[in-house]
């Protein structure tokens, strides 16, 4: 929908834009462009990007790096993980990925295709849920992914909901960008579109319930769409789309081989909105303005806090809190009224906040423009490799990250950070080694044996105290400490250790020096898994 006036903040405010938070405002754009390159610009790539000058540029990454959303990796500016909690913020608030993902996974169980949920951004559409297949040619759409509506089978359903000024907007952005050049997401038209086609395909949508996509983003990629319908209003809260390729099905077969199908599985998410218990609000998060605080006091001049400030606005929504007031901002974030409206107002300029006629305020799907479509495709071998060098830096000593083979009795290194040392050990990637011989095995052994087993009693001191310590057991001289991984339900799904030279380090300090640190690395990494899993999938290898 389109953004409303700042009056609902005050009935004689100004325009969002003449009270626009500058800092805030450009630090978006920064976010913003950084999303668009897939992740990482150097800081010249970014003044270029952005026309900011350098030391414009110098203080919103340094500021960003405080807040662990973007990390300084030598001359590059690089996305992490933690800035996925703006994204998550505006998932959570808006409930659909997590009462009809499991829905949609089922799906493409069954159908052996991608299936994705999407919901309407202006005149696009914006995916909030794959299920994608895992072919050697599958579907590259991630969540948070902005597509034309004209190009896609969800587009045609949302627009059957436009009004007149909605169909102003696309017909102004279509005269504007006739190739689609600033949909980073969809290759470009090689001609522009016949903006007759379009509507008719409106149409057609609005009689028969259901679209099709017959190859508009890219040759051979076909799709089918169903709404699904908000059980309180009948409007469209999301569309769920199945996606093939032309060597599978055809556009004209769709409605034959697949319709029926989703149409079921469509019919199971009404139900499941109709039938979900209200949400309970969680606890907002508390005076994150005192940290902002303090980090300005830290840091001086290189820190612009008022981007922090405006950006811990986003996370006082979230689910049960996905209609607030001004007041409940300023309280959930600790932030002064008066700067907790002009951070909303800002937000709303930007396009990342709706006003409602009740005075309260919502997060768009454009939130998802911060960062999170490139990182919604990580990994966990990923993610934890800066972690990793870093932590082989601190203590000189090469570090690992492995998991367990599916029959349990090797571990396989999935990634590695060396020490510059003439004696090391070197860590290969895809590497196996006996599972019971490591400390990483005897980790991994201990944390995913169910509870109620027996465990040997190495392994069940390894789970008591929560590390494994092996003392030459592998080769002479070779001595290693690891410590488990776990995943937002506590599960156990890699571990991480530090291995060594008996000459270098005695077993008092592997225990009192090494896994101190390793413990710390670990839950560095945890941290971010859990954000970044918390809408998506983070393959563990």
Known sequence: MPAKSATALDADAPAAAGEAVGPLVRGVGVLRRLTEAGGTLSPSAL????????????????????????????????????????????????????LLGAHADALADELDESVSLAVADLDGIRFIHQATRRRAMSVSFRIGDLLPAERTAPGP?????????????????????????????????????????FPARVERARRDGWAVDDQLIEPGLVAVSVPVRH??????????????????????????????????????????LRTAAPPEPGPPPADLATWTTASKHQL????????????????????GRSALSLSEVARATGLARATARRALLTH???????????????????????????????????????????????????????????????????????????????ITVGARLPAAATSLGRVLLA???????????????????????????????????????????GRVVAALNIATHAARRTLEDCVHEVLPALRTT???IESELHTASRFTHIPTS
């Open 47 to 98: 003044e270029r990007a952005t026309g900011l000058a350098r030391s414009t540029v110098d203080r919103i990454t340094a500021t960003l790096a405080r807040m662990d959303y973007v990390r300084l990796d030598g001359r590059d500016v690089v996305l992490a993980p933690r800035v996925m909690e703006l994204g998550n913020a505006y998932l959570a608030a808006l409930r659909l990925p997590a």
């Open 447 to 489: 944390g995913t044996a169910s509870p109620e087993g027996a465990l040997l009693p190495p392994l069940a001191e390894v789970r008591a105290q929560g590390y494994a310590l092996v003392d030459e057991e592998l080769e002479s001289g070779l001595r290693s400490v690891a410590v488990p991984l776990r995943d937002r339900s």
């Open 522 to 524: 670990a839950a560095r």
């Open 300 to 319: 001086g001049r290189d820190f612009v806090e008022s981007l922090a400030r405006g950006l811990t606005v986003p996370a006082a929504f979230g689910e």
């Open 157 to 197: 359903l949302f627009a059957t909901q436009w009004t007149e000024p909605d169909w102003t907007r696309w017909r102004a952005r279509r005269a504007a960008d006739p190739t689609d050049a600033t949909f980073p997401a969809v290759p470009s038209r090689q001609l522009p579109a016949d903006d007759t086609a």
């Open 231 to 272: 059980p309180g209003t009948g409007r469209v809260a999301c569309v769920a789309s199945v996606v093939s390729h032309t060597s599978r099905h055809s556009a004209t077969d769709l409605h034959t081989t697949l319709l029926p199908r989703l149409r079921t599985a469509v019919a199971a998410m009404e139900s499941e």
């Open 348 to 426: 709303e300029h930007l396009g990342l906040v709706s006003a409602r006629p009740d005075r309260t305020f919502t997060l768009t799907p454009r939130v998802l423009d911060l960062g999170f479509p490139p990182l919604s495709r990580t990994t966990l071998p990923r993610l934890a490799e800066p972690h990793l060098r870093a932590l082989a830096d601190r203590l000189h000593e090469p570090a690992a990250l492995a998991v367990l083979t599916s029959d349990g009795t090797e571990i396989q290194y999935t990634a590695g950070a060396g020490a510059s040392r003439v004696l090391t050990v070197h």
